[in-house]
């Protein structure tokens, strides 16, 4: 039997996504919903579409360069022996 969902887990599940930038995968985990429900959502509109989601997924691959690059600097910048 379908487990019905409340309208604001819903929004709570499609902010987490597209304003946190979390992969699908993980909320859907954290929320026990499948993904495929989730994608459903999403492609039927209830609060993002393709381009917010690309850049939701553009931040969150930022985010790991900027880590790299702090890391690579801070190895640059130690002194040698």
Request: proline share 1%; aromatic share 4%.
């Given at each position: 039997?379908?487990?019905?969902?409340?309208?604001?887990?819903?929004?709570q599940?499609?902010?987490?996504?597209?304003d946190?930038?979390?992969?699908?995968?993980?909320?859907?985990?954290?929320?026990?919903?499948?993904?495929?429900?989730?994608?459903?959502?999403?492609?039927?509109?209830?609060?993002?579409n393709?381009?917010?989601?690309?850049?939701?997924?553009?931040?969150?691959?930022?985010?790991?360069?900027y880590?790299?690059?702090?890391?690579?600097t801070?190895?640059?910048?130690?002194?040698?022996?």
């Open positions: 039997m379908a487990q019905l969902i409340s309208t604001e887990v819903k929004e599940v499609i902010k987490e996504i597209r946190n930038g979390k992969r699908v995968v993980d909320v859907a985990a954290s929320y026990d919903i499948s993904t495929k429900t989730i994608y459903h959502w999403l492609r039927d509109g209830l609060g993002t393709t381009s917010t989601l690309e850049i939701a997924k553009l931040k969150r691959e930022n985010e790991q360069l880590s790299i690059l702090g890391k690579v801070a190895e640059l910048k130690r002194p040698k022996r």
